[in-house]
């Protein structure tokens, strides 16, 4: 707030414990001290009494003297020759008296004294001394006095005599306890002086350990403690002035949760002064709607609970608008583990979230298109089956599509042609898709148009239903998307086929949809392209089928199942009949040993190798065990053996590189000249693409024939054939087996034969079943026949039989 730092915000005066030390030992050197004081002051007391004591016995002792003096003088007049008086005696008997009175005194005075300071043994001797002497003394007295008092004046001189010899020592006896007496106290003095001497010695050195021991050490902690404080004021206040301008948004609550203070970047961030938030929840303050409510909660859950927590949150600040956080909320404790309250730092990371979204979009979208991607289809996907599972009779499609040709566009044109074409097909579908389409009337419904890859496209249709209304949406897709593309000034067709999944066929995953609609979409293909097909179950078994085909035919590469049947190919005679010599060939056919299904046929397996990618190791063991018969008969059957060995090439051959060496290869390896061997391309193929066109010319070069197999069936038409590097023309079977009775057949066969003639071509009628159709190919003047007239294709041994058997006589002549 203002004035106020973060530090005295929320922190109390900083914690000192020395002053506990020092008020402990402070308080422990003033009771000793007391104590001390309080002993001194009872000492003083008591020496005090024993001194007046002292004071009173040495008086009453001095007077003691007196009286025996007194007493001598008296004793010494009644014995002189003077007549002793009542005066006299009565003087006597008072210093007597007085002296037993004073005696009393002088040893009851001791003996309290000696209570309380104990007895000296010189004063206990001299009293005993003088005790003694003053008896005897006043029994001379006592003695003189009966005397004076019987008027026995006579005994007089004899016991004042006795009384005078008795004054001396007793005098002596009282000087000597008067002396004893005086040194006993001054002895007395002494000590008490030293004692006092020794109690200020004591507290001084009391004063000096306090000093030392407390004193001092108490100091340094203080100063060290000073000192501490002193730095931790300055990071305090270094904190403080990073707390203030940094730029992240930091507040500081109460244990309430009560904002205390804010720092700039706050207000800069939210609009709020801290007068405006001072008191409020920053929780309740900054509060959005459009959080997500886990993250809001699980944020919640740990403030209530006092503990740290960090989460991106969306901020409602003043006005209105929202940004994103990253909110840090730490509590703040006391040493004791008392909660003071909590420091929230919090980073605008707005600008972050916007590039994770783009990225997060990017992650989901197709960068070609635009269009989303796989990932977003799967999720689409997923989404409406479990919805549909949820909510029986919700309905859904999945129509997934594949472009005909595309590959001939990037390949004539060219990559940056083929991704135009993406571009524009994916626009085609969008606006097709768009509600308010008067077909693609799924318009007020989910639908989601992405792009898999390559040429592959996917739309899923949510809330259509039955297999009809997805139909409809494909037409039209089909129909918008066979129109011609305009790509670099140039006009390019294509069709696309469309597979399509409805939900009552949506088993499994997403993925699983997904490929069910490819299998639709490969149907479409088969079918003829161009067109929709809806998937059923069965296609799905087809499917499992050629896995199981393709899952075999591994194993048949491995353990040699394939073997080559050879079918003869004659030269036709001008009456239809092999011409002499007859044999011009052989066509090496591939058949299939299956261990439970028998001999299969190539139609039943080529295709699926050709799309498991097996095409090209059956191809090469066809080649290699053809070209070993071919070089074997050469041995057994000399000058009769085949001169001409042809062998079939698949598609997917054409498209693999290093077909043309590997040929070589097996030719060499066979002791073969290249002109003996010829391979057979299907017609649709060899007008197919760049890649097929430039396998075919290496092939070329390296000195073996091509043929142009199934003539007729394909696309390519007769003005085109110029363009093959071709040497053979074989006339499909289709057009060979009606020939007799469709003109159409005969007359394009006969076209087909002159022009492939004018080219220099060799031509092969197939499929010769009947002596008549024989016999009309060589009326038309095709070179050779092959078919079931001459020789079923035959196991290579069968072969060598039938060779023999023509040398005898000719198989139909
Ligand atoms: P294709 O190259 O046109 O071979 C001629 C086919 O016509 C052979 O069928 C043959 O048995 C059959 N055929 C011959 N004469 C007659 C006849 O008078 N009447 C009838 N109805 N049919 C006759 P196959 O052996 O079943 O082969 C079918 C196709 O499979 C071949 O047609 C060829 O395209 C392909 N194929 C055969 N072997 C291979 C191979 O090793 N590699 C490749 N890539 N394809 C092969
Ligand atoms: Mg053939
Ligand atoms: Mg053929």
């Known amino acids: 707030m203002p004035g106020t730092s973060p530090v005295d915000a929320v922190h109390p005066a900083a914690q000192q414990r020395p002053h506990r030390r020092v008020r402990r030992s402070m308080y422990s050197a003033f009771a000793v001290i007391a104590a001390l004081a309080v002993f001194q002051a009872w000492h003083g007391h008591r020496f005090e009494q024993v001194r007046a004591g002292d004071a009173e016995i040495i008086s009453y002792a001095g007077t003691q003297r007196t009286f025996t003096q007194q007493m001598g003088r008296m004793a010494a007049l009644a014995g002189g020759e003077q007549p002793v008086t009542l005066v006299h005696a009565e003087l006597l008997g008072e210093a007597l008296d007085r002296s037993r009175a004073d005696a009393l005194l002088v040893e009851a005075l001791l003996d309290a004294q000696f209570k309380l300071s104990g007895g000296q043994p010189e004063v206990q001797a001299a009293l005993q001394v003088w005790q003694a002497a003053r008896e005897r003394l006043w029994y001379r007295c006592e003695v003189l006095l009966r005397h004076l008092d019987d008027g026995r004046l006579d005994d007089l001189p004899v016991a004042a005599a006795a009384v005078q010899r008795e004054v001396d020592p007793a005098l002596v006896a009282a000087s000597t306890l008067t002396e004893r007496l005086q040194a006993a106290a001054s002895a007395r003095s002494a000590r008490q002086l030293r004692l006092l ?47 203030e301008r940094t730029d992240n948004m930091v507040i500081l609550s109460n244990a309430e949760r009560e904002i205390v203070w804010v720092n700039d970047a706050f207000t800069r961030l939210t609009g709020y002064t801290p007068d405006e938030v001072r008191g409020q929840r920053a929780a309740t303050l900054l509060r959005s709607e459009n959080n997500d409510a886990e993250t809001a909660r699980r944020l919640r859950d740990a403030v209530e609970a006092c503990e740290p927590a960090r989460a991106e949150v969306l901020a409602r600040v003043k006005g209105g608008r929202e940004f994103w956080i990253d909110a840090d909320v730490q509590p703040l404790r006391a040493d004791d583990g008392e909660l003071r309250g909590f420091v929230t730092v919090a980073a605008d ?11 997060r979009h990017a ?35 999945v129509l997934f599509m594949d472009f005909d040709r595309f590959k001939q566009v990037n390949d004539t044109l060219g990559h940056g042609a083929g991704d135009e074409m993406l ?36 739309v899923v249709l949510e809330g259509v239903h039955g297999a009809d209304e997805a139909r409809a949406v494909a037409e039209r897709l089909l129909a918008v998307l066979a129109q011609p593309y305009a790509i670099r000034g140039q006009a390019v067709q294509s069709s696309a086929s469309i597979g399509i999944v409805t939900a009552d066929h949506a088993v499994g995953s997403a993925d699983d949809v997904l490929r069910d609609a490819d299998t639709a979409m490969y149907e479409a293909k088969r079918a003829g392209r161009g067109r929709c097909v809806v998937f059923d179950s069965s296609m799905h078994e087809r499917l499992v089928r050629t896995l199981e085909v393709e899952n075999d035919l591994r194993r048949a590469l491995r353990e040699q199942e394939l073997f080559v049947v050879y079918q003869p190919v004659v030269d036709l005679a001008p009456d239809g009949t092999p011409a002499r010599g007859g044999l011009a060939g052989v066509e090496a056919l591939v058949r299939w040993h299956h261990p439970t299904r028998g001999v299969v046929p190539p139609a039943q397996f080529i295709g699926v190798a050709e799309e498991a990618g097996l095409i090209d190791a059956i191809g090469q063991q066809v080649l290699e065990m053809a070209c070993a018969q071919f070089a074997r008969w050469r041995q057994t059957l000399g000058a009769q053996a085949p001169r001409l060995l042809a062998v079939n090439l698949s598609r997917a051959q054409l498209q693999t590189p290093g077909l043309a060496p590997e040929v070589r290869w097996v030719l060499e390896h066979n002791g073969m000249q290249p002109h003996e061997l010829q391979l057979e391309v299907t017609e649709s193929l060899a007008a197919q693409d760049d890649r097929v066109q430039a396998s075919l010319r290496e092939l070329k070069r ?3 024939r091509l043929a142009l197999d199934d003539f007729g069936t394909g696309y390519s038409s007769l003005a085109c054939l110029h363009q093959l590097p071709v040497d053979t023309v074989k006339i499909d079977r289709s057009f060979v087996g009606h020939a007799e009775t469709l003109e159409y057949h005969r007359v394009l066969i006969e076209a087909t034969i002159r022009v492939a003639q004018t080219l ?24 050779r026949g092959q078919g079931y007239l001459f020789s079923r294709p035959l196991a290579a041994e069968d072969l060598e039989r039938w060779v023999h058997a023509q040398a005898v006589e000719p198989a139909h002549a």
């Open 423 to 458: 571009r524009q097909i994916a626009r085609r579908i969008e606006d097709t898709l768009r509600p308010g389409d008067a077909v693609a009337r799924v318009s007020s419904r989910l639908q989601t148009a992405a792009r898999l890859g390559g040429d592959e496209f996917v």
């Open 760 to 783: 220099g071509m060799t031509t092969v009628a197939e499929g010769i079943e009947t002596a008549g159709q024989a016999a009309l190919m060589a009326a038309l003047h095709c070179d």
């Open 197 to 243: 001497e020794g109690g200020v010695a004591a507290t001084l050195m009391l004063l000096g350990l306090l000093a030392l021991l407390v004193v001092e050490p108490t100091a340094r902690a203080v100063r060290l403690q000073v000192r501490r404080l002193a730095d931790q004021a300055d990071e305090l206040s270094r904190l403080a002035l990073v707390a």
């Open 702 to 704: 390296l000195g073996v």
């Open 363 to 397: 992650a989901r979208s197709d960068a070609l298109t635009g269009l989303p991607n796989r990932a977003v289809v799967l999720d689409r996907l997923q989404r409406a089956i479990a919805h549909a599972r949820r909510h029986p009779g919700y309905g859904f499609a």
């Open 349 to 359: 990371i707005s600008e972050r979230r916007a590039l994770q979204e783009q990225l």
